[in-house]
């Protein structure tokens, strides 16, 4: 994501590389090259103006520092800003003092609404333990209520509805529901239309006033540019929400709407979803959204989810089995396994320091492991633990079995032992997250 954005912001740092120091004339330049970079990025004209203005005298105020060179230093300037603009803090979602807590979902239609309210009932239930319950409030379209139900199902979670198109109704039952039934939060999900209009603002508006929400959260499609800040606008002027939804970033390779939205809706940007999957939602962070922009890579992000996959004493194990030279290829498919266990994997190379721009022509093929699998699998046991018994014979049958050829078993084996050698190298430092630092 934001690709476009970052490289023409490097590019404007660069155009500072050989200045011995900021000076007047680079810090207009630089601010003309950053402002056009935003403005590419469809990112809303007076914010853009704003922005470069305050970079600009942030810029002029400072004192030349003589420890890093001006690139750097304007890639400090620009990311304080940033962050800035994304409102310093992260915001959490309101919780309701006596249960249920109840959320309200609201946007246009494909913005990702429904997607959204069952990855929120997901995080919910994994991050804060919590039991919610989701509540069909589309009542248009069957087919937006078999969603709900189908996304629920996958995670275990009750979906309140009714045969009756009673938006409303649906709303104040599960809210009792929840009550009678002890669960502590309430999902609604609403009914959206192709564009704004007044029947759908009255309902979400009647909705609100009906159940009090502690929450109304705002969901929008990110790669919508401009429009979703005017969309953005309208759902606040009349539902006056509390926090914003982007969704599909993974696809927004400009960044125009992140950047403009809290600006023009004074609301903060509270979730951000990055794909189709369920677990592709995160809490929305302004310093490391920043940092992304900025193409620094989001390695605090990383090094979390990474921790949260890895278990500690596994990790453990494994270091000892590196350093003593006894990492097999049992343990390369487990380690496939946790990685793919991780979620969408494009998402996570992006997220190395320095792998994002080197990667971002590059399609990740996730079926890639497929075909790796596909020879371990094929071989017995023994083998696996002792891969050096893997003679010609032997990689034939595995090749027969895996559907592969030899080359690729021969491929494998030659990345398998180089990785091995690296992991080596790499166990002396510690944790994972060392580990991704050392690749800065
Ligand atoms: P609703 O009409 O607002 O309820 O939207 P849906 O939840 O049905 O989503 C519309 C489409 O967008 C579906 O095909 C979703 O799978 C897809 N979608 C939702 N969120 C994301 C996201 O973050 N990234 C991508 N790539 N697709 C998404």
Known sequence: MFEDLSSKLEKAFQSLKGEAKISDVNIAETVREIRRALLDADVNYEVAKEFTNKVKDRAMGEDVLTAVN??????????????????????????????????????????????????????????????????????????????????AESISTPVYSIEQKDAVRVAKEAVSMAKSLALDTVIID????????????????????????????????SMTGQDAVNTAKEFNERINYDGVVLTKLDGDTRGGAALSIKTVVEKPIK????????????????????????????????????????????AEKLQKKIKSDKFDLEDFRQQLQQIKGMGNISDLVGMIPGAGKALQDKEIDEDAFKPIEAIINSMTPEERRNPEILNGTRRRRIAQGSGTKVRDINDLMKQFNQMKKMMKQFSGMGKMGKMMKGMK
């Open 190 to 221: 609403t009914a959206g239309r192709m564009h704004v209009d007044e029947k759908m603002m009255n309902e979400v508006a009647e909705i609100k006033e009906a159940v009090q929400p502690n929450e109304t959260l705002f969901v929008v499609d």
């Open 271 to 314: 979730f951000v979803s990055t794909g189709e999957k369920l677990d592709a939602l995160s809490p929305f962070y302004p310093d490391r959204m920043a940092q992304r922009i900025l193409g620094m890579g989001d390695v605090v992000s990383l090094v979390e989810k990474a921790q949260k996959e890895f278990d500690q004493e596994e």
């Open 70 to 151: 001006p690139g750097q230093q304007f890639t400090k300037i620009v990311y304080d800003e940033m962050v800035t603009i994304f409102g310093q803090e992260r915001e959490d979602i309101e919780v309701a003092h006596t249960p249920p807590t109840v959320i309200l979902i609201a946007g246009l239609q494909g913005s990702g609404k429904t997607t959204f309210s069952a990855k929120l009932a997901k995080y919910l239930k994994e991050e804060n333990n919590r039991n919610p319950i989701l509540a069909a409030a589309d009542v248009y379209r069957p087919a937006a209520i078999n969603q709900l139900k189908t996304l």
